[in-house]
């Protein structure tokens, strides 16, 4: 009797984790201003880590961060993990990756900026995300508009900030520099933002014309060699 109450309630167990939520029926932003600002911020991190297999960037994705109460999650706009393989996930679930977070973006609005530097700013702490990050698109609710912290010790203590309002990020080793409305990621190395797709489409474009030029040229050559 004991042992099928013990597989009873083994099964009732992985049913509950079969049948969590895979979105929390919100939309991934207040305006226009705030889908935006998480498109792109996750874009240009997941284009700059798409060669490293162990690095996976999420967005507006549920995140189970409690194995002893798998119902309980939150949802960070942009987040980043180092030591799990890259792959598509339909929610992060803790006791399946065993990693949390490093990284934490919220793009701050109206509804959200109390919980914010609340209570997410406390979970966060308490799960171990190493360094959170707030940003406010309209510069409406946050003062300064691009805030970071730093897990310590005895919990998160701010980042310094440059006097543009620029922070440095040691787990993504990036600088991170606000604009009115966006995040722009600045590699260390070369001193320039990360591009975005934008930018690696017309570099493509153009890399395609000048190679259709080269070919043209050589065409040109071939036909006045052999005239």
Known sequence: MEALQVRVASEMARKILDDLPESDGKPMGET????????????????????????????????????????EYIVPDVFVVKGVKKHMRRTYRIWDEKVAPCVVFE????????????????LYETVGVREYFVFDPRSEYLKPQFQGYELRELGYEPLPARADG???????????????????PIDPKSGKPLPTYS?????????????????????????????
Request: aromatic fraction near 12%; charged fraction near 35%.
């Open 32 to 71: 226009e201003y705030h889908i935006r600002a998480i498109l792109e911020l996750y874009q240009l991190l997941d284009e700059f880590f798409q060669a490293d297999e162990n690095v996976y960037v999420g967005a507006d994705m549920l995140y189970y961060y409690d194995a002893d109460s798998p119902t």
């Open 166 to 184: 620029t922070l440095f990020s040691g787990e993504l080793n990036l600088f991170l520099q606000p604009t009115p409305h966006f995040i722009r």
């Open 199 to 227: 930018d690696l489409d017309k570099r493509a474009k153009q890399a395609e014309a000048e190679n259709e030029d080269l070919r043209a040229e050589l065409e040109r050559l071939r036909k006045r060699k052999s005239a």
């Open 107 to 122: 793009i701050t609005s109206r509804g959200t900026y109390f919980d914010d530097l609340g209570k997410k700013r406390l």
